[in-house]
């Protein structure tokens, strides 16, 4: 069955005027069977008694707001687009997520909003009762699940948090297909994340296809989030279908590596950037040091053998490779 929007329903403050007026009707009659008439006092309460049930149908939806409405179990149809509606009064609102609050936009703040509160004083005190609004937001909201703890392709543990911006197309599906849509959601949204994450390293690694093609990449999570994010988008879409919801952006906010080997990461980390500037120096100082001597050879201002070229390239590289700066020791005599 597909999504049925109830339209042509938009005369709610017809019928509240027309209750009332009845309602009144009601009073006057039993007003008027006191005096006059007693056969009017029956027919005045028999309309109060019932009159009030036209009161049940009437409904009020904001923009951006759905109410999907069963009668006697059966799929009634969904309330769609601003206005006060009247419709059967014996339908009900369906909303099987009403009372679920996520880390969402829209689920922050307590769970107070859409919620009607209502005091009921006793012998044990006053007790308020909370009764959560059936109807269903059709806004674009984002969830943000708690960060996970999952292993890389290459078995590094990471930590990794995701937000999914989100939104309700088929309210039919939200509620009946599935038993809790914002549940269904929030459970997709881990399976998905762990099963993009774990196709790729933290970090650029050799030999590592993450593409699926049967070549190696340079795919990462921290150098390719934004592929990674488009993935795990996908995947989530892939699994909601079903449940009516629309998936329109998802973000990697958090990703480092868990904290039993974030430290023995790091040194790694250090030790490559280490390395790879010391190739950098290195290469530098020997191009100096092969201009110096070429400078020296073509201007003919000394001549050095072979073993003074040794000793010169030397100490020229340790100067220019070393951590601290040099310290060098001047002769005074001749070169020999």
């Given at each position: 069955m597909e999504e049925r929007i109830i339209s042509g329903k938009k005369n709610g403050m017809l019928v509240l005027i027309l209750t009332i007026l009845l309602l009144?009707?009601?009073?006057?009659?039993?007003?008027?069977?006191?005096?006059?008439?007693?056969?009017?006092?029956?027919l005045g309460i028999l309309i109060l008694a019932i009159g009030w049930i036209p009161f049940?149908?009437?409904?009020?939806?904001?923009?951006?707001?759905?109410?999907?409405?069963?009668?006697?179990?059966?799929?009634?149809?969904?309330?769609?687009?601003?206005?006060?509606?009247?419709?059967n009064p014996f339908c009900t609102g369906v909303n099987p997520a009403a009372t679920t609050k996520l880390n969402q936009s829209g689920d922050?703040?307590?769970?107070?909003?859409?919620?009607?509160?209502?005091?009921?004083?006793?012998?044990?005190?006053?007790?308020?009762?909370?009764?959560?609004?059936?109807?269903?937001?059709?806004?674009?909201?984002?969830?943000?699940?708690?960060r996970q703890k999952i292993n890389d392709c290459l078995g590094n543990p990471v930590e990794i948090g995701i937000a999914v911006t989100w939104?309700?197309?088929?309210?039919?599906?939200?509620?009946?297909?599935v038993d809790n849509y914002k549940e269904y959601l929030s459970l997709q949204c881990d399976a998905a994340l762990r099963n993009i994450v774990r196709l790729y390293p933290?970090?650029?690694?050799?030999?590592?296809?993450?593409?699926?093609?049967?070549?190696?990449?340079?795919?990462?999570?921290?150098?390719?989030?934004?592929?990674?994010?488009?993935?795990?988008?996908?995947?989530?879409?892939?699994?909601?279908?079903?449940?009516?919801l629309e998936i329109l952006e998802a973000r990697i906010t958090y990703l480092a590596y868990a904290p039993e080997i974030a430290a023995v990461m790091l040194q790694r980390q250090q030790a490559s950037a280490?390395?790879?500037?010391?190739?950098?120096?290195?290469?530098?100082?020997?191009?100096?040091?092969?201009?110096?001597?070429?400078k020296l050879g073509d201007d003919g201002i000394v001549e050095?053998?072979?073993?003074?070229?040794?000793?010169?390239?030397?100490?020229?590289?340790?100067?220019?490779?070393?951590?601290?700066?040099?310290?060098?020791?001047v002769n005074s005599g001749s070169l020999y």
């Open positions: 009144l009707a009601g009073v006057a009659f039993i007003i008027v069977g006191i005096i006059a008439a007693p056969i009017l006092i029956a049940c149908g009437l409904k009020v939806i904001k923009p951006q707001e759905a109410l999907v409405l069963t009668l006697f179990g059966k799929y009634y149809g969904t309330l769609k687009g601003d206005g006060f509606y009247f419709v922050v703040d307590g769970g107070k909003k859409g919620v009607f509160s209502l005091s009921l004083t006793g012998t044990d005190g006053t007790q308020t009762v909370e009764l959560p609004s059936k109807k269903i937001s059709m806004k674009i909201m984002t969830l943000s699940n708690s939104r309700v197309i088929d309210t039919y599906k939200a509620v009946f297909d933290y970090d650029v690694a050799q030999n590592v296809d993450t593409t699926g093609d049967g070549k190696a990449d340079e795919g990462s999570l921290r150098g390719s989030s934004e592929l990674v994010a488009k993935r795990i988008k996908e995947e989530i879409q892939s699994k909601v279908d079903e449940a009516g280490i390395v790879d500037a010391r190739a950098m120096i290195v290469d530098g100082a020997v191009g100096m040091v092969k201009m110096a001597l070429d050095l053998d072979e073993e003074r070229k040794a000793a010169m390239v030397s100490n020229l590289l340790v100067v220019l490779c070393g951590n601290h700066d040099a310290q060098p020791v």
